[in-house]
């Protein structure tokens, strides 16, 4: 569970998120959606102490995440290229997460097992260094480290981004299973309306750092976002 | 066309890089320093001929310099080749604008030819060869010469930066070898004969046309060169690797600290930037050999300079740049399962086990009496109690980002180990050195010894203490550290 309070972040005068309150509870999947400088990103830079908050606090199941480091064992993000260590293999950079988050080779091998199809062949025994990978290959190696360890909340920016069509909806079916058998709390940032309201049961539009549509998925979610963002 | 300049592109590249005020104290720093520099050449210059009129008063100053010429341009090659950093153009961008190529690669070559290090031969010969002519020497034949003498450092600068990506600088030396052994055990009398050419420059002024020619082709060579790099899918694309396949299966027994120093020898042996380290690990080792076979610096501060070194290489090269090595990727240790104490306190044994085995490497300076090694062994102890704490406060300030990922080609920039970063491990030296001294005024030598024993002890014995504080220190930096560490430069 996420709970936000009076957060916002000012670089210069300029106010870039103003959130008064925002609660994200255990097992929702919560899609974010806006145009560019919307303030997806700071949100979730906030949400994971990459940035200080101008005001106010996140609390991550009880902690305020500027204040104790504790939530890191509950918790795991993908951002962007910047979280892969690109001197690694594929297999060398799961077992260092797997490491961490303290999951057993033997474990982790046979957890990767259900991520054949979704490689694609692509990403094992390549015997190539990450920072060799295309972006997309990139993208789903950086995915699935986020998942090792069944964290509690897992925050994923832009996941469908450089990602090929079939892995999109690979990955689309994979979050809703994790969402429904383990109770994992998904937070998705996407530009891309469709998958987003699919696999998400709440949409938060935000607009130029404010909070302007709190939906809870219908039907009619898509059509709406659709109609403001035509404009 | 008229507003673009390159010139005012490095001038933004340097002014809007993240910390740029810090860049600019140290290149003030740099600036005295190169300044003092120029000075003792320019004293050297305008004294050599009195100098060798002194040491070989047989033979003409002009002639012993000709005789010894050939080895000088290759101390200059080497220099250069180890210590000069490469002009950075960012030529990519450049690629699809309307630039012409040839401009784009004149700018690289102007860049290489007004280097500083070129200043060395005007500062040293141009005042040599005036006063030779003060001394009665043909202001014809001295000028030429020393134009002479230009041009082949010039061309020589060329060849540094030809050959600077490549591993051509072996064969070269074991030549510049063979010829010396060759001319010792008078075989084939190579060096003497690049003197007597170097002679003959002197005296038939005409011959100027050689280096001049050397000079033209040397630069047509390196434009070409440039020319070919011009391609994404050559000079400008980094070619993919072989995975180093590293197990390291024995680094497990260090539990909770083992996935970090795994992680952390697979950015030494697989980063072009990285790799130097081990490089400076085992070349100080062999550092105390400049000092401890010196009677002059007998019992002197600098053994304990000489002693922190041949344990510390490792600790000082890699240690300050401690958070910067993970520049990259910063972000993504900040999230993970891994508290700011694990990671610190993985950073701390690193740089240990590297003092221990430095100090177990060390064992055969033994050889230089036991004063010698009970020093290196206080200094290692040193280092470990209380060196790879500083460190580790310094790396915290030290907030450039590596780029790992670097590849060696023409218009990058891959010399990390230079002078500023040098500047930052002076304190480190100068307290254990300043230590050492205050023992050995109370309590002779052995108090010297003790005092740094015991200093690195109590640093160890409070540890945990210690280790807090620079956990403290990090996390205040975090934000500012992550907000450097991600912009893009």
Redesign the interface.
């Known amino acids: 569970m996420i709970t936000i309070s009076q957060l916002s972040k000012k670089y210069g005068g300029q106010v870039v998120l103003d959130l008064p309150n925002l609660e994200i509870p255990v097992g929702q999947c919560f899609g974010l959606v806006g145009n560019n400088g919307a303030g997806k990103t700071t949100l979730f830079s906030l949400i994971l102490d990459l940035i200080r908050p101008s005001t106010g606090t996140v609390s991550n199941h009880g902690i305020i995440v500027s204040e104790n480091e504790d939530w890191k064992k509950t918790t795991s993000a993908f951002i962007d290229e910047s979280f892969l260590i690109g001197y690694l293999t594929p297999e060398e950079y799961f077992q260092f997460v797997a490491d961490l988050r303290k999951v057993s080779k033997a474990t982790l091998d046979e957890w990767l097992e259900q991520f054949i199809g979704f490689f694609n062949g692509e990403i094992l025994n390549k015997k190539k260094y990450l920072r060799d990978f295309s972006k997309g290959n990139q993208k789903k190696v950086g995915i699935v480290a986020a998942l090792i360890g069944m964290p509690q909340t897992i925050i994923l920016d832009e996941p469908f981004a450089n990602l090929d069509p079939t892995t999109q909806i690979r990955l689309k079916e994979l979050i809703s299973s994790m969402a429904q058998t383990q109770k994992t709390t998904f937070l998705i940032s996407s530009h891309d309306l469709m998958h987003v309201t699919e696999v998400c049961n709440r949409i938060v539009l935000l607009e130029k750092g404010r909070l302007l549509k709190d939906i809870n998925k219908t039907p009619q979610t898509l059509a709406e976002l659709e109609a403001y963002f035509k404009g | 066309m008229n507003s673009f300049s390159f010139r005012a592109f490095n001038k933004k590249k340097f002014f809007r890089s993240p910390q740029w005020e810090m860049k600019l104290v140290t290149r003030i720093l740099i600036g005295f320093f190169v300044l003092y520099m120029a000075a003792s050449f320019l004293l050297l210059g305008l004294g050599l001929h009195y100098l060798l009129e002194k040491m070989v008063p047989e033979h003409p100053p002009i002639n012993v310099i000709n005789r010894v010429f050939i080895y000088y341009l290759f101390v200059e090659l080497l220099f250069r080749y180890f210590l000069q950093q490469l002009p950075v153009t960012d030529i990519k961008n450049f690629l699809l604008l309307p630039i012409p190529k040839r401009r784009v690669i004149m700018n690289v070559l102007f860049k290489i030819t007004f280097s500083l290090y070129n200043l060395v031969p005007i500062l040293i010969f141009l005042p040599f060869s005036i006063v030779s002519i003060t001394k009665g020497a043909s202001a014809v034949q001295m000028l030429l010469w020393w134009l002479g003498v230009l041009l082949m450092v010039l061309s020589i600068n060329f060849l540094s930066f030809l050959i600077n990506k490549t591993k051509w600088i072996y064969p070269v030396t074991a030549i510049v070898f063979l010829g010396g052994l060759l001319e010792y055990y008078q075989i084939v009398p190579v060096i003497s004969s690049a003197g007597q050419a170097m002679q003959m420059l002197y005296e038939q002024p005409l011959l100027i046309l050689a280096p001049m020619v050397t000079f033209v082709l040397m630069a047509q060579i390196t434009f070409n060169h440039l020319k070919s790099q011009f391609y994404l899918d050559t000079g400008l694309q980094?070619k993919?690797?072989?995975?180093l396949g590293m197990q390291l299966h024995f680094l497990d027994r260090l539990g909770e600290d083992?996935?970090l120093i795994?992680?952390d020898f697979?950015?030494i042996f697989?980063?072009v930037r990285a790799r130097q380290i081990v490089l400076m690990f085992v070349l100080f080792l062999f550092y105390g050999l400049i000092f401890f076979t010196q009677d002059i610096y007998m019992d002197s501060p600098m053994w304990v300079f000489a002693a922190i070194f041949t344990t510390g290489g490792f600790m000082l090269t890699y240690g300050q740049s401690v958070p910067a090595w993970d520049s990259?990727?910063?972000?993504?240790l900040?999230?993970?399962?891994?508290?700011?104490r694990t990671y610190l306190r993985s950073k701390w044994l690193l740089m240990t086990l590297s003092v221990v085995l430095a100090a177990a490497l060390c064992f055969p300076y033994l050889y230089f009496g036991v004063k010698v090694y009970a020093l290196i062994l206080a200094g290692a102890i040193f280092n470990i109690g209380l060196g790879t704490f500083i460190t580790l406060f310094s790396g915290a300030i030290n907030r450039f980002p590596i780029k790992?990922?670097v590849k060696a080609k023409a218009f990058e920039n891959t010399q990390a180990f230079n002078f500023s970063q040098l500047l930052f491990t002076l304190p480190k030296i100068l307290l254990p050195v300043g230590l050492f001294w205050l023992g050995k005024l109370a309590w002779g030598f052995k108090g010297g010894v003790l005092l740094l024993t015991i200093t690195g002890l109590l640093g160890l014995l409070f540890k945990n203490k210690l280790l807090d504080q620079v956990v403290k220190f990090y996390i205040k930096g975090k934000?500012t550290t992550?907000?450097a560490f991600?912009k893009k430069d």
Do not use: F, G, H, T
């Open positions: 980094s993919r690797e072989q995975v083992a996935p795994k992680n697979r950015l697989r980063n990259e990727y910063y972000s993504m900040m999230c993970q399962n891994l508290s700011y790992l990922n934000y992550l907000e991600n």
